[in-house]
């Protein structure tokens, strides 16, 4: 069974620019999660969608958005980009919410110059 | 607010010495454990999770509601167990998202 698909792996930007990171979830799961995995920040939560509606958001600006498609993959954007959103950014699906077990992708790389 | 705390960032041990993670958390609700796990150049992976009470590559851990608490243990470390170790609880009343601990780097010398 194919796992959690990032893409693109590394995203190269400059400030004020705009970023999307996708995410495939696996077959079945209707949950995906994104977290932020700064240097020297730990891993944090930014956003939950589930049945493709926003369920739930960390402690971000709102420039930090998403969306999650009918097929249930999912699109994280950044907007207005600055030098502390660059981090690696891990998705994350579930079959049962809350409380089930979060299956992680492989991260896209974010570096904001 | 949920809080969890890792206080080791760097744990050194001897291969077949025994280790122990420690994971404490602060909490306003009912939390579901998990330990995640990330070996070098590999995704982020669960290790255990406290309902099933699994014993999985020799680990366990114990969950103390009177410490909040949910250290994990293994008895003989192997070489193969470094990797960096998180703890990450999730709160049902916080629609599931994991709240991850800082994380501590394992490292088990020959």
């Known amino acids: 069974e194919a796992g959690v698909t990032q893409s693109p792996t590394h995203l190269i930007k400059t400030r004020g620019q705009q970023a999307t990171l996708r995410c495939s979830p696996i077959?079945?799961?209707?949950?995906v999660y994104w977290y932020q995995q700064a240097l020297g920040l730990g891993l944090q939560f930014l956003l939950w969608?589930?049945?493709?509606?926003?369920?739930n958001r960390g402690n971000f600006p709102p420039r930090f958005s998403g969306r999650q498609f009918p097929n249930y993959s999912s699109e994280l954007n950044v907007n207005a980009l600055e030098l502390e959103d660059s981090a690696l950014y891990l998705c994350?699906?579930?079959?049962?919410?809350?409380?089930?077990?979060?299956?992680f992708g492989p991260g896209t790389r974010l570096l904001v110059l | 607010a949920q809080r969890v705390t890792q206080p080791e960032k760097l744990l050194s041990v001897f291969k077949g010495a025994p280790v122990e993670l420690k994971c404490n958390y602060s909490?306003?609700?009912?939390?579901?454990l998990f330990w995640y796990v990330q070996y070098s150049r590999q995704r982020l992976q669960l290790l255990l999770r406290?309902?099933s009470r699994e014993s999985i590559k020799g680990f366990t851990a114990d969950l103390n509601k009177g410490e909040t608490s949910f250290h994990l243990k293994k008895p003989f470390a192997q070489e193969e167990d470094s990797a960096m170790y998180y703890c990450?609880?999730?709160?049902?009343?916080?629609?599931?998202?994991?709240?991850f601990g800082q994380g501590t780097e394992l490292s088990v010398k020959p």
């Open positions: 994350a699906s579930s079959l049962i919410v809350p409380g089930g077990t979060q299956y």
């Open positions: 077959s079945g799961h209707t949950s």
């Open positions: 969608y589930d049945e493709g509606e926003e369920r």
């Open positions: 909490y306003s609700g009912s939390p579901e």
């Open positions: 406290h309902i």
């Open positions: 990450a609880p999730t709160f049902y009343n916080q629609g599931g998202k994991l709240i």
